[in-house]
């Protein structure tokens, strides 16, 4: 069952998680959980929608970053629809370039 | 009892755990009582320790020492569940339960409202503690140099 992944499902990536270690309650729990997980010598996964990606940057950026622990690489959906994802769909991208996030593979959603 | 003596009777004990200290002045008085190597300290990511302490005892065979605040689990509170999922041999948790943050003014939490050991009755441990500051000081050690003296004691051949 070892297989590193740790995250909080999406519909959009279902493909790529079905091998996964954990599902997470929230998706800052998966950051946490890597985090531990490379301190012990391993390269660990998370997955998440782009909604999750909002809710963790205070561990990227107060974990992560101050440690210089190695961001994870990271599966994630990029949703535009329905109207509740547009707002956070519109800005993913910039995030991702704001946290220098490189080791990105990304299912995004027709606009 | 004050939290810095429950936290020398705590690393008088310790032998060769892996012990993560939440933060705030837990990792601070965690950091003068036993500074070692095997220590990591949460500077920040508040709500962070018992995640990492998860994912350390997962993949390694070492067993690890979670030493969190009340305000540090009840920030993230599904992880205190996911521990009671799990039920790692080698993972342990004390709670030092002041009731209050204690690093921002002593602003009352919720804890005195949930009995953690009901949520997770595995390994896990409540101690109350006075809401009393030792005013001991700050952790003398960079991020990275925390960083990197934990990952080579736990990489270790």
Known sequence: MSKLKFGVPCSKIKDF?????????????????????????????????????????????????????????????IRHRPHHHKFCGEVTRNVLDLLNWKNVEITEQEK | ??????????????????????????????????DRPANFYVMGSMGASLGIGIGLALHTKRNV??????????????????MNKLKLSNL????????????????????????????????C??????PIESGVPRVNLSHKEIMERFYNEVNKK
């Open chain 2, 65 to 82: 020492h979670v030493l969190a605040g009340d305000g540090d689990i009840l920030m993230s509170l599904s992880t205190l569940v996911l």
């Open chain 2, 1 to 34: 009892m004050k939290r810095i003596d429950s936290i020398k009777q705590i690393m008088d004990n310790i032998t060769d755990e892996l012990v993560i200290t939440s933060t705030g002045k837990i990792s601070r008085e965690v950091f003068n009582v036993k």
């Open chain 2, 92 to 123: 342990k948790l004390t709670i030092l339960d002041n009731n209050c943050f204690g690093a921002t003014g002593g602003q009352r939490t919720c804890s005195d409202a949930v009995d953690f050991t009901k949520i997770c009755s595995h390994n």
């Open chain 1, 17 to 77: 998680i079905e091998d996964v270690e954990i599902n997470c309650s929230t998706e800052e729990e998966a950051m946490s959980i890597a985090a531990g997980v490379w301190l012990a010598g391993k390269e660990p996964t998370v997955y998440m929608q782009n909604s999750g990606l909002c809710r963790i940057l205070d561990h990227v950026l107060s974990l992560y970053h101050p440690y210089e622990i190695p961001l994870p690489k990271l599966i994630l959906s």
């Open chain 2, 125 to 130: 441990k409540v101690i109350s503690v006075e």
